[in-house]
């Protein structure tokens, strides 16, 4: 399982990162397949610190809403820094690529045990733009 940190709602690119994994409680940062019920809800409650810190308010508790601004996020990163120096170092034109898409998918027992990821997959490798399927499993 890998741990990720997501940029919260209002946040610029670049501003969520090491800094808020280092404010995580230490058994929480980095691998941790085994961890107990106290130890996520401290790592939950971590997180709500981060995004309120952030933005200024709650996470939003209705569902939709959180995925209607997961996706807003995703719409608004195509113009962010990263985004537009990787365009910019692939020579990705308008012409090749004039935006983003998000899929929304349901996820069934994806951390069921073993035997079990969640993943992301690609049509291009995103680190060298070469033609080629790749993804990662987490």
């Known amino acids: 399982m890998q741990e ?11 501003e969520v990162g090491a800094g808020e994994r280092a404010q995580l409680p230490l058994r929480c940062r980095g691998r941790n397949l085994d961890a107990r019920a106290g130890a996520l ?13 952030r933005t200024g308010q709650p996470l939003p508790v209705d569902p939709y809403e959180q995925l209607e601004r997961s996706i807003e996020a995703v719409f608004r990163s195509w113009n962010g820094k990263r985004a537009v120096d990787y365009r910019l170092q692939f020579r990705i ?14 996820m069934v027992f ?12 690609f049509t291009r490798n995103p680190g060298t733009g070469q033609n080629e399927i790749y993804g990662c499993l987490f």
């Not at 809800?41 to 810190?53: H, I, K, M, N």
């Not at 994806?110 to 997959?121: E, W």
Request: glycine share 14%; aromatic share 4%; proline share 6%.
């Open 4 to 14: 990720t940190c997501r940029r919260p709602r209002g946040a610029r690119p670049g």
């Open 110 to 121: 994806g951390n069921m045990g073993d035997d079990s990821a969640t993943g992301v997959g």
């Open 41 to 53: 809800e401290e790592l939950a409650q971590a997180f709500l610190a981060v995004y309120r810190d």
């Open 93 to 106: 034109t308008p012409a090749m690529a004039n935006g983003t898409a998000v899929n929304v998918c349901t």
